[in-house]
């Protein structure tokens, strides 16, 4: 069965995503800005969603996570929640 890895920071407003997501382009650590923006619970985790299949995820984030490449910073993305940066740390 397929799996996935993957860390995200969700935010209330597509404005504030793409601001953070230029923080860590410019070098900002992926898990500190989770900490200090996510709304999501994983943010004590770094924005770390642990292993997960297909399915398990509303269907925006779940074909970002399943069709993206491992490594690349996705978002913002769009779901019932919020805006979502996406780094998708493993697959198999």
């Given at each position: ?76 993305i769009?779901?019932?929640?919020g ?10």
């Amino acid at each position: 069965m397929a799996w996935a890895t993957a860390r995200h920071i969700l935010v209330d407003t597509e404005e504030r995503c793409n601001e953070i997501k230029a923080e860590i382009e410019g070098g900002l650590d992926f898990g500190e800005a989770a900490q200090a923006n996510s709304n999501c619970p994983s943010k004590a985790q770094g924005g770390d969603l642990g292993k997960f299949g297909p399915g398990q995820m509303v269907p925006e984030f779940d074909q970002a996570i399943f069709s993206g490449d491992v490594g690349v910073l996705y978002g913002p993305i769009q779901t019932q929640f919020g805006y979502h940066l996406i780094d998708i740390t493993g697959r198999g």
